[in-house]
């Protein structure tokens, strides 16, 4: 069975026992900024899982495509991608776990349907803890289905729980239908949920049937709800036999075009490679371009980070784009925005690796001027001769503060670790025999960078911004100028939708029905001016959340907040009106006065949506 006919046959079944079938979403969540990319079916469905009616009934079913960044660096392995799809069927306050459980079960087992044998299947079940009892009645449901008991494992919460989707709210257990591959066990221990690959998890039945409450109670819900997801690529691969995913149909054909670029073989370069090509093909073909900041800086590292893997195989020259034309030939009927794309995501690829490739020089070239090679060529061959003479603690010092050069380097052009490595591999170990130390040296540095980035990243996601430059700090004061202009010039209706911002440009998001006319664009483009001239002082305030709203601070939609947020206001606080041109909730950065912004210049306006234009803006 390839995908097509999966994707066909879980649709119709589904149908069959009246399910509206719907369309999958964009990858790019509409009502949730709190997140860069829809991570599963259910993703889109929240409002409706949350008690909003959906227009086309209580019974639902789809295929969703996501992206997952999390799973980022188990790529490689058999099992997981970045980009997969999911089908999902959903009962909005309907059927129950029965009915969930019987036709996840039907759908696998019937002959009529995949036809798998029983005895490949293995479920697991919520254990219960001190809050919440065991899941019972799944056990129960699949004992009676046929599911012999020492199939039927118990998970705790870390496994077999989902949600609540933020810190209170709707959750509960599930019930995950695994296959197995038939590998020897890794160990003793090796059951489903294991990450050796033996087991294959296919399917997961979610059960919402709690509500958390603030004091960390789980009361019993009043509309529940079934969610499931079952994985497109896991499925189709134990189906045709194959103990990973890339074997499959949907990844052979790109895995193929990566070997005959390649010079030699590596399972997990090829894997890497396969599938974010694929992922950031998907991307682009949501019109999102590769960036510093938010969507665009994981797309630029899917990337990168391909780019990176492909040198390991021998490919040296720009090749993504040629790799993409496999993925858009695989998808191109089921996934039309590809196709319609394609001019831009062969540009797009052709571009980053470009810029990569300027990066990498220039970072070469620097790592030049930073390391003096001949000299540490030298001061090796010195340490060499002179072994046993001296002390071993110069030898260390030595050997610490080249690994910390390469860093600086690292950190100041972005030249990326893994090559510095390779360099001084190139340079100096042929000289040097020292390679497991300089390699310690260099791993105790690259721990100190990722905690630094880790703690770099949480702050990211508090403040949704990535790059603190001073370019983009300016963009950054720029749209809050914007979105004042905007609302003095054509309302109060005008609210941000979304926003992006590179070192290079701004691009805003509102709403507002009808397109701009060139006088409105150009009242607005000059009011920022004017208020850029007027080198109006940018002020930041602490304050509780309640304040700020009662201060009237614009703040986004939808967006959540924590009990104390910064408010950033322009105006001229020695008005004498007290005039405060913009006040917005923000994690900034922002400049400190506004002439500091240049001259601001509206470069695009478009439809971005119903109800939602797009501005894309310079400062000259
Ligand atoms: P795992 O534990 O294997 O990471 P999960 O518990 O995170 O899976 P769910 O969130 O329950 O997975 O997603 C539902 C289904 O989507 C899974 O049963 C699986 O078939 C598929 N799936 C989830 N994550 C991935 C991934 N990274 N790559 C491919 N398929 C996936
Ligand atoms: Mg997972």
Request: proline share 3%.
């Amino acid at each position: 069975m390839n995908s097509l006919e999966l994707r066909k046959k879980y649709l119709s079944f589904f149908k069959e026992r009246k399910h509206a079938i719907i369309p999958g979403s964009s990858l790019i969540p509409e009502h949730d900024p709190t997140v860069l990319f829809t991570t599963a079916g259910m993703h889109p469905l929240v409002p409706f899982l949350l008690g909003e009616k959906h227009a086309q009934g209580k019974r639902l079913a789809n295929v969703q495509k996501c992206i997952r960044t999390d799973d980022i660096e188990e790529v490689g392995d058999s099992w997981h991608l970045t980009f997969f799809e999911m089908l999902g069927n959903w009962s909005l306050d309907d059927y129950w776990k029965k009915e969930a459980i019987e036709w996840s079960f039907e759908f696998l087992t019937s002959k009529e349907w995949l036809a798998i044998p029983l005895e490949k299947l293995s479920v697991t079940i919520f254990a219960g803890d001190n809050n919440v009892p065991r899941d019972k009645e799944s056990a129960k449901i699949w004992q009676e289905l046929g599911v012999s008991k020492e199939r039927i494992y118990y998970l705790p919460k870390k496994d077999n729980w989902w949600g609540p989707a933020s810190q209170i709210g709707p959750c509960g257990p599930c019930t995950e239908m695994f296959y197995d591959t038939g590998k020897k066990e890794c160990s003793s221990n090796c059951k489903p949920g294991c990450g050796c690959g033996k087991y294959s998890e296919i399917w997961n039945d979610v059960f919402m049937e709690y509500n958390k409450t603030e004091e960390g109670k789980y009361l019993p819900l009043e509309q529940k709800n079934v969610d499931t997801g079952m994985g497109v690529e896991r499925t189709i691969a134990v189906l045709n036999g194959f103990d990973n995913v890339f074997e499959t149909e949907l990844f052979e054909p790109i895995i193929k075009e990566i070997k005959a670029l390649s010079q030699r073989e590596d399972q997990k370069a090829l894997r890497v490679i396969a599938d974010h090509i694929k992922a950031a093909c998907f991307i682009l073909s949501e019109n999102i371009e590769p960036s510093n900041v938010e969507k665009g800086y994981i797309l630029r590292r899917l990337i990168r980070r391909s780019v990176r893997y492909a040198k390991q195989i021998g490919i040296e020259d720009i090749f993504c784009h040629k790799i993409a034309k496999a993925v858009i030939e695989i998808y191109k009927d089921v996934y039309p925005e590809l196709k319609k794309n394609q001019d831009f995501i062969f540009e797009q690829f052709i571009r980053e690796e470009e810029k990569f490739k300027k990066t990498l020089e220039k970072g070469l070239e620097e790592l030049e001027r930073i390391v003096d090679w001949n000299d540490e060529i030298l001061k090796a061959k010195d340490l060499i001769k002179s072994k046993g003479k001296i002390e071993a603690v110069d030898i260390e010092k030595h050997l610490s503060n080249l690994a910390k050069k390469l860093f600086f380097a690292y950190q100041s052009y972005g030249f990326p670790l893994e090559l510095s490595f390779e360099e001084i591999e190139r340079r100096l170990m042929r000289e040097l025999f020292f390679k497991e130390k300089i390699r310690k040296y260099f791993n105790e540095e690259t721990k100190k960078h990722q905690e630094l980035s880790r703690k770099g990243g949480e702050q990211k996601f508090k403040g949704g911004l990535a790059d603190h430059s001073e370019q983009t700090t300016r963009y950054h004061t720029a749209t809050h100028l914007l979105l004042a202009a905007l609302r003095e010039v054509l309302g109060d209706h005008v609210y941000q939708k979304g926003s992006n911002i590179t070192a290079e440009r701004l691009r805003f998001d509102f709403s507002h029905i009808a397109k701009l006319t060139e006088e409105e664009l150009k009242r607005v483009e000059n009011l920022v001016n004017q208020k850029i001239k007027q080198d109006l002082e940018v002020n930041c305030e602490e304050m509780p959340l309640d304040q700020a709203k009662k201060q009237r601070a614009m703040g986004v939609f939808g967006e959540k907040y924590g009990d104390r947020v910064k408010v950033y206001s322009i105006g001229d606080s020695s008005d004498s009106l007290g005039q405060v041109f913009s006040k917005e909730i923000c994690a900034g950065p922002h400049v400190k006065r506004t002439l500091e912004l240049g001259k601001f210049k509206i470069t695009k306006e478009e439809s971005s949506g119903a109800g939602i234009r797009r501005i894309r803006a310079i400062l000259e």
